[in-house]
């Protein structure tokens, strides 16, 4: 059992940065896949990043070259740090973590069993 607990949403202005994280408990936390999801009002939850347990990185092409994601398996906990952040990266974003083997099955949010509360991002422009 996984529970996973991210902080560090908030309001930022369109060009500026945010970090999320994202705590996660338990003492194999370094054998999961962790991974960032989005969504907006209206909208499905969207992969945005994901870092597997061997090191492999995956990003969504909208988020390349802004966004970059990493974990600390001392802290037990995974990061998102996000720059030049726009309108469009308005939404709720939330930690996921699963034990994947396949990076066919990486982006997709049936793929995960445990997910944190989710934090509100906001940019303005």
């Known amino acids: 059992q996984v529970q996973l607990v991210e902080s560090g949403g908030g309001l930022v202005q369109a060009g500026g940065s945010l970090r999320l994280s994202c705590a996660a408990s338990g003492r194999t936390f370094s054998r999961y896949t962790m991974a960032w999801f989005r969504q907006a009002p209206g909208k499905e939850r969207e992969f945005v990043a994901a870092?597997?347990?061997?090191?492999?990185?995956y990003y969504t092409d909208s988020v390349k070259g802004r966004f970059t994601i990493s974990r600390d398996n001392a802290k037990n906990t995974v990061y998102l740090q996000m720059n030049s952040l726009k309108p469009q990266d308005t939404a709720v974003y939330y930690c996921?973590?699963?034990?994947?083997?396949?990076?066919?099955?990486?982006?997709?949010?049936?793929?995960?069993?445990?997910w944190g509360q989710g934090t509100q991002v906001t940019v303005s422009s």
């Open positions: 870092l597997t347990w061997n090191g492999a990185i």
């Open positions: 996921a973590a699963d034990l994947i083997s396949s990076q066919s099955v990486i982006k997709f949010p049936a793929s995960y069993d445990y």
